[in-house]
């Protein structure tokens, strides 16, 4: 008896017997078959080209408010380097307007509260800090920076608005108590200081060379 493939080599035109020999060789294997040598590297590089998580990167931090901010009191000011209380010159006369506007002093002479007293309100979170505007509580008046004295801006208070001039943050001393800190402005990104920073009485500026005691403020609680 001859064998299947000398029957199917008899029975077929020479090209067609190929093809179906090339067929059977096709065939794949059962669902339940083992995977040969050739397949497990494809599944090893298929692992490798998983997706790495994406890593969820922690929340912000929420920024401090200083105590002062908000508490509807008035806080006196004084400068810890020379004593000199923050007030604004003419803050009883008339003549100081938006147009001539009162410059801030830090002032010891002849100083009677409330002159020397601030209210902090409004305080809002921006660039990672809290803002508010510093209202003076005799004359109704914010500070805010003003025109050039001594080759810097200086600091002076208009009738008190939303822009961002009125903005100020504080910054506690190096210790993180709040009692003691500088005040940054936030359109010029300076702090408050007497323009000299040697007698109790002269006028403000705004500047920042580093942690000098003239650039802060004590806030009474």
Known sequence: MKSLRTTIKIGLPTGLSALVLAGALLIPASA????????????????????????????????????FVDDGRRHVVENVK??????????????????????????EAGVIPPANEWFFE???????????????????KCAVPGGWAEG?????????GSS??????????????????KFVSYTTSDAIRPVYGNSPNEYTVLHDDGYTPNFYWSVSR
């Open 32 to 67: 339940g078959a083992e995977p040969g040598p050739a397949a497990q590297p494809v599944r090893a590089a298929q692992a490798r080209q998983a997706p790495t998580p994406v890593p969820v990167p922690p929340p912000a931090p929420v920024a401090e408010t200083p105590p």
């Open 82 to 107: 020379t004593n000199g209380y923050l007030i604004h010159f003419g803050y009883s006369n008339p003549a100081c307007n938006d147009f001539d506007p009162c410059l801030v002093l830090a002032w």
């Open 122 to 140: 409004e305080g809002q979170t921006r660039r990672g800090h809290v803002w508010f505007r510093m209202r003076n509580a005799k004359s109704n």
């Open 152 to 160: 810097l801006p200086s600091v002076v208070v208009k009738t008190c």
């Open 164 to 181: 961002d001039e009125f903005l100020w943050r504080a910054e506690p001393d190096r210790t993180g108590d709040w009692r003691t800190v």
